[in-house]
């Protein structure tokens, strides 16, 4: 049966007119193309771009509904306006002119929208056909199988393709009677089921079954109205974020033939509104081919983006039904309370809002009413808005979903002082002595205190009083960090966020005049660490082993207790986890390495699923506070300045915030340029130790991984890019790869040794970036001897934090960012797990979501963000999955993943739904797998995986 299923494929394969085929029984998956195209109805062409608000020189003509939906065709795909602006007069209309001219494989888009949904019903869905007929645009799946044998799929794009290939296999095959076989597929393609014999004797039930849809939906967002549909696998859902659903259709990735859209009427220049639902309609009908508009007096007009010019429909349709009405629901205690929490413990004065529909944000906005200047920059709101009269309605401004838009600021941010008398009080009650370098003493606060006075006064405040606000409590801070009625004032009123910034304790590379740090023994320097501290430690390779052998001990020694120790991944051992200090300390971990496995496993250290960009923040927004940090350090040079060597990322934040700086200083740690120096005058103790640094030499690679490289190097990466590797054998396999490539940038949390022969082939010259022109920018790096004696002193190296390397909208500013990342498995719908397998922890989130979003987003819209892994396990199992492992932990989403990359291929998910990622999916997974797969994807889908 597999020889005659792969026979099958193979003629169709070489059949033109076919659009697709898969044949997974017999592991063999081939795509071709087909040569429809819909023909242009408009004056406007598929990539023409109309600004919908200037007038365009055409008028619109008035139809009927029935007349005007005449226009959509056979194959066509449809935009439908969502939520309260559903045009439901066009969507009847529609439903029945599919019914009664017979259309076939209409693709309707859309986010939620409102009404009965008539075209998910199952009677638009199915429809057995003649197969006589069978245009070719058109794609039909029958399947094969027998009492004996799973069943073997086949999609093809015509019945006269899938007849003559399955004739002509079974023929090669010595199969059944050709006279017999096409009576009988004709017979099943009419609901009938039938019996044969193959020679040899063997009894074979071979079923076969040819249908098409009239529509079928294609959901950016599942309402109720379509679930059920989508769920029993007659309509489609794509994972997508809300902003980016517009550039599914400006890049032509979706091409709309018809955009049905509902509008209030014209006014006397022509203009109308898109009424309470801007969203995604504005690049619809910006890029479909033909626009008809639902005109209905009761919609409301709205401001902002939603304004268009007439000229731009085909058709207009006057309907004037009501809109749908959504009520606020009686809400429960609990979500009374659930709101009541919201609003006092998490909503400051000023805060700029966005919610959601429901009871939840409703009860919310019921307990705000005794906050004041809030904003609103929402993707959509509901009655409570505005039932609860918090906001002026004039601040309410409809923007469309793109990336570029943003509302405008409706609100200052405000800064109030907590109260005079009440930092009076709490500075005469205070005990604690101020930071090193401060020079505070009583007149200077007193100066201070009469500025925060006048200020206090102040209840509307504007932007310079606001900075001056800001300035005034950050010296308040630095004289007296944690001195309640300032720490409260600070939270309480948001200056620190409102402005971008933070509370530092010091800036580390300034120096402090006059003091310099003591060199001690390492037994003597860890004694500063008492029981309950949280203690910070350098990591990769940067980890200063020797200060955490003396830790270990001394904690030991003198029985500290709960001593939390803090750190991304760390070398050598981690002797602090092991059982007999159980009690003494316990690793909190951001980022699971080997040595920290098994703790963490075990219930014996903590881990923080946590961005490798926001970790800085835990400890600049005190929700870590950092009592004693451990760091590794060059030798200080004459000026008294030291490098962090190859480890900046987050020990900056970490020793900026920190009460106390122990350093290991070591001769054999490489010293880097960038955001790693300091001057030794904010260290309180030097431990010299030259230990040679931890050693990862580049292993050899698999042939699956060499290919895997190769794959990335010849088919994503261009020249000129920006790119983003991790550690390992693959982005080594793609580093080789790349020696032909020119003008290459590097921004990149970390690298290794890979990068070094990218570079002096030339290949790697940094000067197309727009953010630090040559330079090699990273926040650590890890490898061999050869690496760290390449970075030592090199201008060439930049290292930075994370806070630059790894944020977003920084990542974004370069061009043709690609971020090449790896991953543990994949399931079918596109949910990428990274740091577990299954339910044991495995490493960490890291930055691989920060440099895929940044690509993803990059300003020239040229970005690649890559995910890329060997198709199966050292075990042979497969790492894409019809569903993850119980426990797996989802790092990227399924909106996230753009490529996937095996030693198969290259799989392209985005603004695809989940039946076409799973068939994408399926290509380059293990052929050993394939059929396994797509039987899994038709039990979870409800329907065959399909291009």
């Known amino acids: ?77 449809v935009f439908v306006h969502g939520a309260a602006m559903t045009p439901l007069t066009l969507l009847e209309a529609m439903t029945e002119h599919g019914k009664s001219a017979g259309l076939k494989d209409v693709a309707v888009c859309h986010i939620h929208t409102e009404g009965p949904g008539l075209y998910t019903k199952p009677d638009c869905e199915e429809k057995i056909r003649d197969p006589d007929f069978a245009p070719s645009p058109t794609v039909k799946s029958f399947a094969l199988h027998s009492k004996d044998e799973p069943p073997f799929f086949v999609v093809a794009a015509t019945w006269a393709a899938t007849l ?268 604690v002595g101020p930071p090193r370098g401060t020079g505070s003493n009583s007149s200077h606060l007193t100066g201070v ?55 530092l304790y010091r800036e580390p590379i300034a120096p402090i005049v006059g003091r310099k740090p003591a060199y001690m023994k390492k037994e003597e320097a860890v004694q500063m660490i008492k029981s309950g501290d949280i203690v910070f430690i350098h990591g990769a390779a940067a980890t200063p082993l020797t200060l955490v052998e003396a830790m270990t001990e001394y904690g030991k020694r003198m029985n500290l207790r709960n001593v939390q120790v803090c750190h991304i991944h760390t070398e050598g051992k981690a002797p602090y986890m092991a059982k007999d200090c159980e009690g003494i300390f316990r690793g909190n971990c951001f980022f699971v390495g080997a040595n920290s496995r098994v703790a963490v496993n075990d219930g014996r250290a903590d881990f923080v699923p946590i961005f490798l960009s926001e970790i800085p923040l835990l400890f600049q927004r005190r929700a870590i506070e950092l009592d004693v940090a451990l760091i590794q350090v060059t030798p200080p040079n004459a000026h008294g300045f030291c490098s962090l060597g190859t480890s900046v990322d987050c020990v900056r934040a970490a020793l900026t915030n920190a009460r106390i700086i122990i350093a290991q200083v070591n001769k054999n740690l490489p010293l880097t340029y960038g955001d790693g120096i300091i001057h030794e005058s904010h260290v309180d103790a030097f431990v010299e130790d030259h230990r040679p640094m931890p050693q990862h030499p580049c292993r050899k690679r698999s042939p699956a991984e060499d290919k895997i490289g190769q794959l990335i190097a010849q088919e994503l990466v261009q020249d000129g890019a920006t790119l983003q590797l991790g550690i390992g054998a693959i982005p080594d396999a793609a580093l080789h790869a790349l020696s032909g490539h020119k003008h290459l940038g590097i921004h990149s949390e970390m690298f290794s040794d890979g990068l070094i022969d990218l570079i002096e082939t030339g290949a790697v010259t940094n000067h197309l970036k727009r953010l630090s022109p040559g330079k090699t920018v990273s926040a650590f790096c890890v490898g061999s001897q050869r690496l760290y004696d390449y970075i030592h002193e090199n201008p060439f190296i930049m290292m930075t934090t994370v806070s630059y390397t790894n944020m977003t909208y920084l990542i974004a500013k370069n061009p043709k960012v690609t971020a090449i990342n790896s991953c543990i498995e994949v399931d079918l719908t596109g949910q990428v797990v990274s740091d577990s397998i299954g339910l044991k922890i495995y490493s960490g989130v890291g930055g691989q979501v920060d440099f895929l979003r940044g690509a993803a987003i990059g300003y020239d819209g040229l970005g690649k963000p890559i995910l890329a892994l060997p198709a199966t396990t050292s075990k042979g199992e497969s790492k894409i999955v019809p569903t993850i492992k119980q426990g797996g932990g989802v790092v990227t989403t399924r909106a996230h993943v753009h490529y996937i990359v095996t030693e198969f291929g290259t799989a392209y998910l985005w603004g695809k739904n989940l039946r076409q990622r799973a068939f994408e999916l399926i290509r380059v997974a293990h052929p050993d797998h394939r059929e396994w797969l797509e039987r899994e994807s038709y039990k979870r889908l409800k329907v065959m995986p399909s291009p």
């Open 1 to 77: 049966m597999a020889g005659v299923v792969t026979q099958i494929g193979q003629r169709l394969a070489n059949n033109t007119s076919a659009a697709s085929l898969l044949v997974h029984g017999a592991k063999t998956a081939v795509a071709a193309t087909s040569s429809h195209q819909t023909p242009a109805r408009s004056v406007y062409s598929a990539t023409a771009k109309r600004e919908p608000g200037a007038p365009g020189g055409k008028t619109p003509v008035w139809k009927s509904a029935q007349d005007a939906v005449k226009v959509i065709k056979s194959g066509d795909s």
């Open 164 to 431: 003559a290939a399955v004739k002509a296999a079974v023929h090669e095959n010595g199969g059944i009677a050709l006279d017999d076989l096409e009576a009988t597929l004709r017979k099943n393609v009419k609901g009938e089921s039938w019996a044969t014999t193959k020679k040899g004797g063997s009894s074979f039930e071979w079923r076969a079954k040819l249908c098409q849809g009239i529509f079928r939906s294609n959901s950016f967002f599942i309402g109720a109205n379509c679930r059920e549909a989508i769920g029993s696998g007659r309509g489609d859902f794509v994972p997508i974020f809300l902003h980016e659903i517009p550039l599914l259709f400006r890049r032509q990735l979706i091409h709309l033939d018809v955009a049905l859209i509902q509008v209030t009427p014209p006014d006397e220049h022509g203009y109308c509104s898109i009424g309470s639902s801007v969203d995604t309609a504005r690049a619809a009908l910006q890029s479909a081919k033909v626009v008809i508009g639902q005109v209905n007096k009761n919609a409301p007009r709205t401001f902002g983006d939603g304004i268009i010019h007439v000229s731009h429909f085909d058709a207009l349709v006057e309907s004037n039904v009501p809109l749908p009405e959504h009520p606020p629901k009686k809400r429960s205690a609990i979500e009374n309370k659930i709101g009541e929490l919201i609003a006092k413990e998490l909503v400051d004065n000023g805060a700029t809002l966005q919610m959601g529909i429901g009871n939840i944000p409703d009860a919310a906005l019921a307990s705000l009413t005794d906050h004041k200047d809030l904003g609103i920059h929402s993707e959509m709101f509901s009655d409570g808005i505005l039932r609860e009269q918090l906001f002026p309605t004039h601040w309410l401004s409809w923007r469309s979903g793109d990336n570029n838009s943003c509302t405008r600021d409706v609100a200052l941010a405000r800064a109030v002082a907590y109260g005079q008398a009440v930092l009076e009080r709490g500075c005469a009650r205070a005990r």
């Open 449 to 503: 205190l009469k500025k925060f006075r006048r200020i206090s006064r102040e209840i509307e405040v504007r932007i310079k009083r606001v900075a001056v606000a800001t300035r005034v409590l950050r010296k308040l801070i630095g004289i007296y960090p944690k001195m309640q009625p300032v720490r409260y004032a600070i939270r309480k009123y948001s200056v620190s966020a409102a402005l971008r910034s933070n509370v």
